[in-house]
């Protein structure tokens, strides 16, 4: 590795860039706390007196009061009625668990039972603030610029964050979510990560765009280890929205792209990063500018003109297979990973330390992924990561809920889905042709927004059977692992550059071809059918 594929200079740039990851992380899952769902049982009249009680419950105290459901345990719903038949019906009012949450968004709007719904619904809002930041804040950065799209969604997400927690009303509660997913886990976030991989060289983008995943996690921890600290929801969101504060210095310390720059024709401000950066760097390579402005006239006339959106991902045969492949990828490792991360607060023990151990769970899978990606190839580490992690969801639905086997092997699957994640960005990248490549990961995005958006409303399906959400889970991740099979692998091969190179990329390139010991369609390697990459590191 040279100093200009990442020396000190990208070192520093990286670190503010993969800031955002960290908030990112954190706004996703704050509601596991500060709208979390402690146990809860109907509110007795003359036994108690106030809506704060300690699980478990005495059963006996209640057993004239609380009908038993069929595992034996007390009813959380409802309560008998005053007829002699035993009836029951549902709760007037509540008391909840205040062992671990003192308050929460749930206890404070009742969102239980009947109203559960409600609380599930915020969840979907705000993923679909970020699947709307997603489309229309991505498509903004390629016409304003990375960095400016960054700083404002950074400066918006510090004030809604905060603001948010003095929302009393719970229409505009959702609206004001709503908002914090586009800035807050959309905004900064994809113009961080796009920002880094056009920044740092070719020997490093794997491993940064792994590290951009592990950092997601540990926007997640971070959730927990605040939530165990602070017990009032109010203060817990304010300390949530404060963590945009280490944005503020971006405005001055930010880079914007230098690739950007430059295909935006403002190739002097190009120019003049690359200095820095160089100087930065101690690398001491002198830059002729007007040799470079020079040059980069006569690039720009001598540029094809042509284009291609995201319609072409569909015209052809093969290359429409693979963005259907691609998308259901991305769909079912949302959908399963947000699942598990949501399902956290189900589990037993202490919910926070669970939270917490399903942020850590991911990183064992990144370091790993880091070292194999580039030797056992794409392919293979994300369909037997899809597979075993969707085994995992549907085994841990016939287990027994919140028993030690459960939990681990919930834990289990999120560490594979969490890897099988982090690879689909790199893989998708390699898969289509350069002339659609930001379409085709825009459109796999979309679709991984999308299934975020699902998720809350699946995991109410546990009303009619438990087992229905981890099953529906596990089901899609293993159809889409073994799909992923008959995609071609992308590990050591030249990237696609036309649309008729994306249409003959792979031809008969499977996993049972591979295993069958037949050859893959070579018409991808004769030099001229591929059209030479053209960088900035190419001078």
């Not at 038949?85 to 007037?92: A, F, G, I, Q």
Request: hydrophobic share 45%; glycine share 10%; aromatic share 12%.
């Amino acid at each position: 590795m040279t100093k200009s594929d990442f020396g000190r200079y990208q070192a520093c740039q990286f670190f503010l860039q993969i800031l955002s990851a960290l908030t990112a992380g954190l706004h996703m899952l704050s509601l596991v706390t500060v709208a979390a769902v402690p146990e809860h049982r109907c509110f007795i009249e003359g036994f108690d007196n106030s809506s704060y009680g300690y699980f478990p419950w005495n059963k006996e105290d209640f057993l004239h009061s609380i009908p038993l459901t069929s595992t034996g345990d007390l009813d959380s719903c409802r309560m008998f009625s005053n007829t002699e038949d035993n009836s029951s019906v549902p709760c007037n009012a509540y008391v909840y668990d205040r062992t671990y949450y003192e308050t929460s968004r749930t206890i404070d709007w009742n969102f239980v039972c009947n109203r559960r719904w409600m609380g599930s619904i915020v969840q979907t809002i705000f993923m679909l603030g970020v699947f709307t930041g997603a489309v229309i804040l991505g498509g903004l950065a390629d016409k304003v610029g990375r960095k400016t799209v960054f700083c404002w969604s950074a400066l918006l997400q510090l004030i809604l964050g905060v603001a948010v927690a003095f929302i009393p009303e719970y229409f505009s509660f959702m609206v004001a979510r709503y908002f914090l997913g586009i800035f807050g886990s959309a905004g900064s976030y994809i113009c961080g990560f796009v920002l880094t991989m056009e920044l740092v060289g070719t020997s490093k983008r794997t491993a940064c765009g792994i590290a951009f995943q592990a950092v997601f996690a540990s926007g997640i921890m971070l959730v927990a280890g605040w939530g165990a600290v602070i017990k009032d929801r109010q203060i817990l969101q304010i300390v949530y929205g404060l963590h945009g504060l280490i944005f503020i210095g971006h405005w001055w310390l930010l880079d914007e792209s230098p690739r950007w720059l430059w295909m935006q024709g403002r190739c002097g401000e190009a120019i003049d990063i690359v200095v820095k950066g160089l100087s930065t760097n101690r690398s001491g390579i002198p830059i002729d500018k007007d040799y470079f402005l020079q040059k980069a006239k006569m690039q720009q006339s001598a540029d094809d003109k042509t284009s291609a959106g995201l319609a072409d991902l569909f015209k052809t045969p093969n290359l429409r297979m693979k963005t259907l492949n691609v998308c259901l990828c991305w769909f079912a490792n949302s959908l399963v990973y947000y699942g598990l991360s949501l399902s956290s607060g189900k589990l037993k023990g202490n919910p926070f330390l669970m939270l917490f151990i399903m942020g850590l769970v991911e990183f064992p899978s990144y370091i790993v992924i880091v070292f194999l990606l580039d030797r056992l190839g794409r392919r293979s580490i994300t369909s037997t990561l899809m597979i075993a992690g969707g085994l995992c969801c549907i085994v841990a639905a016939y287990l027994a809920q919140g028993s030690s086997a459960s939990t681990g092997v919930v834990m289990m699957g999120k560490l594979f889905i969490a890897g099988s994640f982090a690879v689909i960005y790199n893989y998708s990248a390699e898969l289509f042709p350069t002339v659609v490549r930001n379409s085709a990961m825009g459109l796999g995005s979309m679709c991984a927004r999308l299934s975020g958006a699902l998720t809350p409303l699946i995991t109410l399906l546990d009303s009619f059977d438990p087992k229905i959400p981890a099953v529906t889970f596990g089901a899609l991740a293993l159809i889409s692992g073994i799909w992923v099979m008959f995609l071609p692998e992308t590990m050591d091969k030249a990237m696609p550059e036309s649309i008729e190179d994306g249409e003959n990329f792979g031809i008969g390139d499977t996993w049972f071809a591979q295993c069958a010991g037949r050859r893959e369609s070579t018409e991808l390697e004769r030099p001229e059918q591929m059209v030479p990459l053209k960088t900035m590191d190419k001078k």
